[in-house]
């Protein structure tokens, strides 16, 4: 039912932007029907729909035989109850299939249009690495999504060893790079196209996108909004996940901070790092996706333990890294003052700890009980012991009233900052 609202929304975008009055059978026969199914290679593969039934590998259906599964197609939508042969995204009418969810005893009023509809707003899913797909009901994105759909028919065509069937990840693909105003030419769309991979026996598909890298050209074209999108995976079983909200401003901070505080030379590298801790199936389960779901792999370990990194400039992959993960805490306070708090303090520490007697290593070994503080009470308690042996006390009672003002699930976020710029400062 989703990809019916999809599809009527595009639908309505389309005809406004064209000046035509196209309804949906129409549409899916002149427009859908010829860049989809009427060539050697399809674009979308539904199981068990007329387009696919009785097709055996390496025998693909001639022109006549095309039209002839298109006439049963318009017959069954005529004549037949909706189902997941036939109306995309529909569940079964079978019982026992897989795909049999969501049935109901209600009596949904549906049209022949919304089953065309259902096929429109299909092939408007955008597909992610691990199998998902998403829907988006913005009107503008549609459109720009439309516009991928002929691009990829002329590499379809163009392109023997390219294979087919693979609509929602070419819509991955294309979004990103559509979006991508370091790489996009509007002159020349498929200039820097790098979407395109072989594969193990020698062919070529078109390559998974990651969530991250769609949604930093999602919302670097609409940087001020948030915007919801439908996840579900359509397949042997159905997956539904369902309406998540993209929080298009926190999605684009961290790169926006990176940038600031680290120059734009190592940005394309530092993004990659952005949303690996944990897959977008997990992210989704935040309820939004948001600046949580662009945690950094491996960061969490210092944020949980109090583990005290380590800073190596020699390495430039490490460093990039290490800034990373600085950026992302940073991103989290929301707040850009507490870059520079932390850094001030960590330059009293570094000096606190010089400042030992000759072979003595009282004054380092206080630093670092103040270093691997986690919560607010750890971290005033461990801090007296500087307060009291410090020649100048204010930048630590200063500091230690900052913590104790601070919300209690920033603590830890900030005191991790802390012991990265000490990291830093201290080599």
Known sequence: MIAVNIGKIFLKAYNEKHGSAYQAKNFFIEKYFPLFFDEKKYMQWVTNSP???GIKKGAPPSPA???ERLATLTEKVSDSAADASIAIGFPSLDLTATTSGQLTNLNIPLNEEDVYLSWIGSGLGVGIQG?????FDRPSLLLDIFQGWEIYREYLNKTIQLRGNQINTWNGQWVTHRYNPRVYDNNDPTANFSGISATTDGGLEVSTQSWVALMYGISSTYPDSQMTGYVYNLGQTNTTVGFIPFRLPQI???VHLYEKYFGTSSRDQA?????TAFGFE???QMGAIGINAMEPKGLREFILNGKMPIYNRQDEKKVINFNTYQIWLLAMLNKEQLWEKAHQ???SLNQYALSSEKGKKDKTNHVNTVLSSTTTKQFINNLLVVVEEAADKIPFVEMGKLVHEMPDDNVPYFLTLVRFQFASISK
């Open 131 to 135: 199998g998902l797909s998403i829907l």
């Open 271 to 275: 993004e990659r790092l952005f949303g």
């Open 51 to 53: 387009f696919v039934q």
């Open 282 to 284: 997990k992210a989704c």
């Open 345 to 347: 303090f960590a330059i």
């Open 65 to 67: 035989e095309r039209r």
């Open 252 to 254: 684009q901070r961290p």
